[in-house]
């Protein structure tokens, strides 16, 4: 079985890695590839291509560390030039065919807002100030809500380095800048249309926004050095899927379970401290800022889940990432839900 990367002419490809000696190569039919148009350039006739295989040396792991690729037989230089251009392509398979990537993500956005994440008792109590203190609430929930936000462009450059698709990443690149207060002109016309002053938010990272709400609530440094165990499992457990599993898992966890939901899960607060006169629109920015910006943000994530949406394996992995995203900021809520139930006794809930 020759391996093809050892031809003269087919030294380009950064894949070519040896397998080990020791090392029995496994076949790798979860992923078929396309041919960037060389050959018939479809993944459809991949299978076409009688002289090649494709195997991995990690039978273990879905994450392919190293990969070569072998002819069985000798093949035409054109193809064995096209195989070594190959780039990894997840098949798409019938049933995945029967409804189209973007039907399938959208038909998760929409699910998502079905979740009790985002129609929890918490925030419906919050937007309708029916909490027993809603000033307390909205306090406590900085307090505790900052430990988890402060890190958002972790989350995000967590996935950035999951994506293979530079197009995909440049896209998420986008976001960070946006987190980080810089802006397209275009974006400040939009955002002074809805009375958010481009001073308030230039140059200004979003942490950095929430923590001004925060201080305008009455928190000092001090309270919010404070990380309870809570929010520090949250934090871990979703850096931890947006780390470790697969990269549809971690975008359905950021884009559908997380920026798909969060125009509308701070709806509730913007209601809350807009019935707190003493709270200026410049300290409570965060919050239309983020129902206004997330709407892009999450287009750009569907867009990109609906690039990896192409077969039945990529469709569930984007379905659990979004799910587990959501169970985790479910169960925050019920935690905050607790706490502002009876705010005597929050340092007992759990
Ligand atoms: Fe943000």
Not at 223 to 245: A, V, Y
Not at 296 to 325: C, F, P
Request: glycine share 6%.
């Amino acid at each position: 079985m020759p391996l093809l990367g050892s031809a003269a002419t087919l030294t380009t490809r950064a894949t070519q890695a040896t397998i080990p000696a020791e090392t029995t190569p496994k076949p790798f039919s979860a992923l078929a590839f396309s041919l960037q148009g060389s050959v018939n350039g479809s993944v459809d006739t991949v299978s076409e291509i009688p002289a090649a295989r494709v195997y991995r040396n990690d039978a273990s792991s879905r994450n392919i560390v190293s990969r070569s690729i072998f002819a069985e037989k000798p093949v035409a230089p054109e193809i064995a030039q096209a195989l070594v251009n190959l780039r990894e392509f997840p098949v798409t398979n019938l049933k995945a065919r029967t409804q189209s990537p973007q039907a399938f993500v959208a038909e998760l956005a929409e699910q998502s807002l079905l979740h009790r994440a985002v129609n929890h008792p918490y925030l419906e109590a919050m937007g309708s100030g029916a909490l027993p203190d809603t000033r307390w609430a909205l306090a406590d929930f900085g307090q505790q809500y900052q430990c988890y936000s402060k890190d958002f462009p972790r989350y995000l450059t967590a996935v950035i380095s999951r994506l293979a698709d530079p197009g995909h990443r440049a896209g998420l690149m986008e976001n960070l800048s946006e987190e980080s207060g810089i802006y397209e002109a275009e974006e400040l016309t939009a955002l002074s249309e809805i009375g958010i002053k481009s001073e308030w938010i230039v140059g200004k990272p979003h942490p950095q926004l929430f923590d001004r709400f925060c201080k305008a609530m009455g928190l000092e440094d001090q309270d919010l050095s404070s990380e309870p165990d809570q929010i520090i499992c949250w934090r871990e457990m979703l850096i931890g899927l947006l780390s470790s599993g697969t990269p549809a898992e971690a975008v359905g966890a950021l884009g559908l379970g997380t920026e798909n939901i969060v125009s509308t899960i701070y709806k509730p607060f913007s209601r809350a401290v807009a019935a707190l006169p003493e709270l200026a629109a410049k300290d409570t920015v965060f919050f239309p800022l983020h129902t206004a910006v997330d709407d892009h943000h999450q287009e750009t994530l569907q867009g990109i889940a609906a690039d990896l949406a192409v077969n039945d394996a990529t469709r569930s992995e984007l379905r659990r990432g979004m799910l587990k995203a959501l169970a985790l900021r479910s169960v925050f809520w019920d935690w905050m839900y607790r706490r502002a139930l009876d705010p005597q006794n929050a340092d007992k809930a759990l």
